[in-house]
């Protein structure tokens, strides 16, 4: 086998593991998102929202109980979509190398093993915005810097530029991620209005 056939062997190999471990993510987030919205469904036809059992802080309770929810809900979308955008970038950088390699666009020095050519550090601000408030592009990495200066090079150098050119590129990924993710505000900011203002004036 050939340096270049090692290479798109390579890419074609990661690029189904990948596009498979994308689609589970995508299936999983998509669960959570319907089961959230199926009780925020019940809890608006509800006639019994907030519950009297709760007695006079069942409003109260009502919004803790929601807001605990949706907390737990969101952290569990965001480490699924997140991942998903991971591999979404990954699918890209490897479909774009096997196109590279079927247009014998593939260079020997692409075969070296290289660490990416910048940093993979992200600000702290865009981190908890994206984990929080708003999905960011620049907030998931396709690949990491080196740990430590001991650390080896391990990936070939034309995958590891096309996951860093598609880094800045972006996958459509990131606008499902954002509707996803607008989505599920929506769904808590209903079950808040629900709260405040119940059926009947109660």
Known sequence: MTAEEKIA???????????????????????????????????????NWPPKAWGSDAKFLSFLALTLMWAAVLAYLRFQLRNRRWAALRVAGCEHVLAMWATNQLQPADFEARFRSSSSHVNWCIRI??????????????????????????????????????????????????????????????????????????
């Open 129 to 202: 915005t994206d984990l929080v408030i708003w999905p960011l592009k620049g907030a998931v990495t396709a690949i990491d810097s080196p740990k430590s200066d001991s650390e080896r090079p391990l990936y070939p150098g034309v995958i590891v530029k096309e996951w860093e050119q598609q880094e800045d590129r972006g996958t459509n990924a990131l606008l499902h991620e954002r509707l996803i993710h607008l989505t599920g505000w929506a769904c808590y900011v209903a079950l808040l209005l629900r709260t405040a203002y119940p059926h009947g004036g109660a």
């Open 9 to 47: 062997d390579f890419a074609r190999t990661h690029l189904g593991f990948y596009a498979s471990y994308h689609a589970h993510k995508e299936t999983m987030a998509h669960a959570a998102l319907a089961i959230f919205a199926g009780v925020v469904g019940a809890v608006i036809v509800s006639d």
